[in-house]
């Protein structure tokens, strides 16, 4: 009979480790599956992420392309402007050479 009790005593004990491993074992899973969760929430924000920074990089490239060729037109537009003064000068320099001869 004792030792029938103490099988089933022992057999308890087993069963309430067996459950408590089994709550823990629960929790466990309920914390993986809440971080993965969170892992994959922050996964889409980070590709997010980089699919904002791709655009961003692009329109930059895109500024600067547009920058550049401004800039070169812009100085186009100088040296026209410079070499249409150096003429404009030598003509004046000419009207006021013909002016000082003809007095």
Sequence with gaps: RDVLQETQTVSDERRAQ???LTVQLSDVQKDLEDRTLELL??????KERQGELQQR????S?????????KQELERKLESLQQSLEVREKELREAQRELLSTH
């Design 57 to 60: 990089a692009k329109l930059l």
């Design 18 to 20: 067996v459950d408590k």
């Design 41 to 46: 929430d922050m996964d889409n924000a980070l």
């Design 62 to 70: 895109q500024l600067d392309a547009a920058i550049r060729d401004h």
